[in-house]
């Protein structure tokens, strides 16, 4: 999408490299710090997400770059843990002149990645990290989310699928700030769409569980008619597959089920279980499409050969922050903010808006069922179907999103 704004950086960009001496302009790149968990039992959710990083960099880099720069990325392990990425993203910034970072896995990681953008006033552009104040309460200038918030994304999951007769709802999800901002979605979604639902038991798990049976014997008794969960990664995979042991038949309202790498685990047992998310393989648009062929040509005989799930998801965030700072014409924070808020971006999910007062993406969001596999894309129970939630049916009022100065407009 060319602009003004997009011209006029390049201007600034070309007016600098034509006054530069030769040394200058072969450093002239633009690095990014991509942060995310590449160990431990979420390393392939976090390894997702980095592949579709690099994917849209090297495609970027290959187009000629952002106004002529070349990006320079730069990628290390969270593990999982805020102080080891906020200890991380600290010395990158000091020892490397780090303006810009991408990530990551868990809403703890980026709310101390948040932190750190916020006190060295870098641009933080997260593809992960549901939690609703992250641009809510905490809001803080450098952050941006190119992701749902849990309110959004439970809203997604429950209003795609009207037709989902239910009464009674149980809902489980992990220990965590994310788990009990994910439940608390789930009920703001259920009163708007599904107003006299029941409470049949509602749980919350530590994180990484082996062992779900204490649990499902509460939903075995309960007679719930549907399971609500955020859960992701490891949880999900064994909740699942679990739950299916048990034979509870009921079906799941999951957040993350479009991911391949759980699904090939979890297989049948998520087979009529509904999920959402801000980009799925189905959507059916030219960029999209454009997308998984030529990324289909590239890895088709490798372990990940479709770009669905943290692929998809970081890709498009990618080329999105790819156009901010095209538009910046800078890495500076603040030229970067202002060129961030209210952009408008056309990509794989199609139109997609940063909306200024709170930064965080208003997008329409994917939604599916899982079906019995083979099916298009891979050989065991997969999404089936996709449709599009419309932006504005799941999109939180500014007035109630608890960041203050969405409040002020």
């Not at 704004?5 to 990014?32: C, E, N």
Request: net charge neutral; hydrophobic share 40%.
């Amino acid at each position: 999408m060319t602009s003004v704004r997009s011209i006029m950086g390049a201007a600034v960009f070309a007016l600098a490299a034509a006054t530069a001496g030769p040394q200058a302009r072969a450093a002239d790149t633009i690095k990014i710090l991509n942060l995310d968990v590449t160990s431990g039992p979420f390393k392939d959710e976090g390894a997702q997400y980095m592949r579709g990083v690099k994917y849209a960099v090297d495609q970027i880099n290959k187009e000629g770059g952002i106004n002529g720069q070349q990006i320079e990325l730069i990628t290390d392990d969270t593990q999982l843990k805020p102080d080891v990425a906020q200890r991380k993203a600290t010395r990158y910034i000091l020892d490397e002149d780090i303006k810009i970072i991408i990530g990551a896995v868990g809403t703890a990681v980026v709310k101390a990645l948040a932190q750190v953008a916020a006190k060295h006033h870098v641009i933080l552009a997260a593809y992960s990290g549901e939690h609703d104040s992250i641009t809510g309460a905490d809001f803080a200038p450098e952050v941006f989310r190119l992701i749902l918030s849990a309110s959004m994304h439970a809203s997604a999951t429950v209003a795609a699928f009207p037709d989902q007769k239910f009464d009674k709802v149980y809902l489980l999800n992990q220990d965590n700030a994310y788990g009990y901002a994910a439940a608390q979605a789930y009920k703001n979604a259920l009163d708007a769409y599904h107003p006299g639902w029941k409470l049949a038991g509602e749980d919350y798990h530590p994180i990484a569980t082996r062992d779900f049976a204490p649990y499902l014997q509460k939903i075995v008794g309960s007679g719930a008619d549907v399971i609500l969960t955020g859960d992701y990664g490891s949880d999900m995979t064994i909740l699942h597959k679990q739950a299916a042991n048990f034979g509870i038949k009921q079906p799941f309202g999951n957040l993350f089920l479009s991911n391949p790498v759980a699904m090939r685990e979890i297989g049948d047992a998520g087979i009529g279980s509904f999920t959402s998310d801000i980009y799925m393989i189905g959507v059916d648009t030219p960029a999209n499409k454009k997308f998984i062929e030529e990324w289909h040509a590239q890895y088709k005989d490798s372990s990940e050969p479709w770009p669905e799930f943290g692929i998809g998801k970081a890709y498009n965030a990618m080329m999105f922050l790819a156009e901010a700072l095209r538009q910046a014409g800078s890495t500076d924070s603040k030229k970067v903010i202002q060129a961030f808020e209210g952009l408008e971006y056309t990509g794989v999910m199609g139109r997609q808006v940063m909306r200024a007062c709170d930064h965080q993406v208003q997008s329409d969001v994917a939604a599916a069922r899982i079906v019995k596999g083979p099916g298009k894309y891979y050989p065991f129970a997969f999404t089936g179907d996709v449709t599009l939630v419309p932006m504005d049916k799941i999109s939180v009022p500014p007035e109630k999103t608890g960041n203050k100065r969405c409040m002020k407009q």
